[in-house]
């Protein structure tokens, strides 16, 4: 679970490692009904004025954010991903 959202634990959205196709071995990979299924990733966009939703931070793995430069400090989520 990944967050986007500028806070004090925020990382630079490039600075992680995310899991995906590539990144499973075969030790993540889990049999559910019979389907392989891998890890991925689930991002969390907020809303533009209030950000994403202050229950939910807690219970995410990482907070990324995408550098500003500036006086402004919000992203169309429309812009950042399309």
């Known amino acids: 679970l990944v967050g986007m ?3 004090e634990r925020s990382k630079l959205y490039n600075a992680i ?4 196709r590539e990144a499973a071995s075969s030790d993540e990979l ?3 009904n019979e389907c392989m299924i891998s890890p991925g990733v689930a991002l969390f966009l907020g809303n533009e004025v209030s950000g ?7 219970l995410l793995d990482e907070v990324v954010e ?9 992203l169309n ?4 991903a399309p």
């Open 17 to 20: 490692q995310y899991p995906g």
């Open 66 to 74: 995408i550098p500003m430069f500036g006086l402004k400090n919000s």
């Open 30 to 32: 889990a049999v559910e």
């Open 52 to 58: 994403v939703d202050t229950d939910i931070m807690p």
């Open 5 to 7: 959202e500028t806070t």
């Open 77 to 80: 989520v429309a812009a950042c």
